[in-house]
């Protein structure tokens, strides 16, 4: 039997009909989107355009203003190296949170070697990015304000609609890493007055390698430089060949996404509830990470306390993928960024594990998931007591 997959926050299995778009377009359009004098060429660009035509659609937002990308990690650099380097005529100071993902810390971080000037603002105790807390970063030359939709470790989602507000008072850009949010919280891009937006495939069940960023071309108009160079596609901002079936894959993925958004995220929500419930009842001292309002729905972030993450995921591997922190710093031994920042020790960090919840998981992936990690968690307590047991008697 496969383990049961509960790591949606770290990638999201294909959706079948997903995969079937992405086959039949891959197949019917062998034609590359820039070369339109050919009619495979013409054919690929039509059908590209269609994706696109979808996608704003779903996302409230222009054909135009969809620019397709390899996914979130580059949307971020696009949107905040493009954006500084176009704005730094105006200022140069930006603002972000510390709670990001570090396709945006670390962005910024580069940004601060070339002669940038970035605040970092805490999150509260729960991780969300509080829109007082922007207020009083912003200062006379902030052009760029860059927070997230909803966190991928913890699950919290934040007021962007309210920060979008702040960053335009002051005349500066709102970019909102939507990559966690798409199908799950309220995201439209024009309503919510957003000016860049981030977004993947494989976090909404499309395949992995797809993605786009959402650039505001109208009212507040957003300027932007490439960061990569090489053609004219995607109005100069992103060379190279568009992913045509990608594209169509993630389009679609979205449009399902956005019409199961009535019902999935309270189905989701009842079986994270429902999981949390076996595990606080077999696993008393355990406790949740993050808050317990606005939040993702299938976001469990539980710390066991003398459990050791890394190793619990390991007990469990057989019958459950789950995750110890982000699953983007696994191969790293520092605590979770995003619990620091939110005032947690580093112990808390190293033993508190991601679960994530998704689209395929039902009842009984929960009733089995919890009974193991409960299973697993008491018998490495049992293990650890035992041996601080053995070390007290010298
Ligand atoms: C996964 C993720 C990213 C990175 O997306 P990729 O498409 O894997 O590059 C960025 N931000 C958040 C919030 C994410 O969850």
Not at 108 to 113: A, V
Not at 231 to 255: K, Q, W, Y
Not at 340 to 364: H, K, P, V, Y
């Amino acid at each position: 039997m496969n383990p049961i997959y509960m790591d949606n926050h770290a990638s999201t299995p294909i959706d079948p009909e997903v995969l079937e778009t992405f086959v039949e377009v891959a197949r019917a359009y062998p034609g590359n989107p820039a070369s339109t004098d050919n009619l495979h060429g013409a054919e690929a660009h039509g059908r590209l355009e269609k994706a696109r035509a979808e996608l704003a659609q779903s996302l409230d937002a222009k054909p135009r203003e969809v620019i397709f990308t390899s996914g979130s990690t580059e949307s971020n650099n696009l949107a905040i190296q493009g954006a500084a380097r176009a704005l730094a005529g105006s200022g140069m100071h930006i603002i972000t949170s510390r709670v990001e993902h570090p396709s945006v810390i670390e962005v910024c971080r580069h940004l601060e070697e070339s002669g940038w000037h970035v605040t970092y603002v805490d999150s509260d105790s729960d991780g969300r990015v509080l829109p007082e807390s922007i207020e009083r970063a912003m200062l006379p030359d902030t052009v760029l304000v860059s927070v997230m939709a909803a966190n991928n470790e913890v699950g919290t989602v934040n007021d962007i609609e309210s920060i979008a507000r702040i960053a335009h008072a002051r005349g500066a850009v709102f970019h909102c890493d939507a990559t966690q949010a798409i199908g799950m919280c309220d995201v439209a891009f024009n309503r919510q007055e957003i000016d860049l937006m981030s977004l993947s495939g494989h976090k909404v069940y499309a395949p992995r390698g797809t993605g786009a960023l959402v650039v505001r071309t109208s009212g507040h108009r957003v300027r932007l430089q490439p960061v990569v160079f090489g053609g004219g596609h995607e109005r100069g901002l992103r060379p190279g060949t568009v992913n045509v079936a990608g594209a169509a894959a993630l389009a679609i993925a979205v449009a399902k996404a956005m019409r199961m958004r009535a019902s999935e995220p309270v189905r989701i929500a009842g079986l994270r509830d429902q999981m949390w419930e076996l595990l606080a009842t077999g696993i008393p001292n355990a406790v949740q990470n993050g808050a317990a309002n606005s939040r993702l729905p299938g976001n469990l972030s539980v710390h066991i306390p003398g459990v050791e993450s890394k190793a619990l995921v390991a007990a469990v591997r057989r019958t459950v993928s789950v995750s110890a922190g982000s699953a983007c710093s696994t191969e790293h031994v520092d605590p979770s960024h995003v619990l620091l920042a939110m005032g947690q020790s580093a112990t808390r960090a190293f033993e508190t594990i991601r679960i994530g919840l998704g689209r395929f998981n039902t009842e009984d992936d929960v009733i089995v998931a919890s009974g193991e990690i409960i299973k697993r968690s008491l018998e490495l307590l049992r293990l650890s007591d035992a041996a601080n047991a053995h070390t007290s008697a010298g």
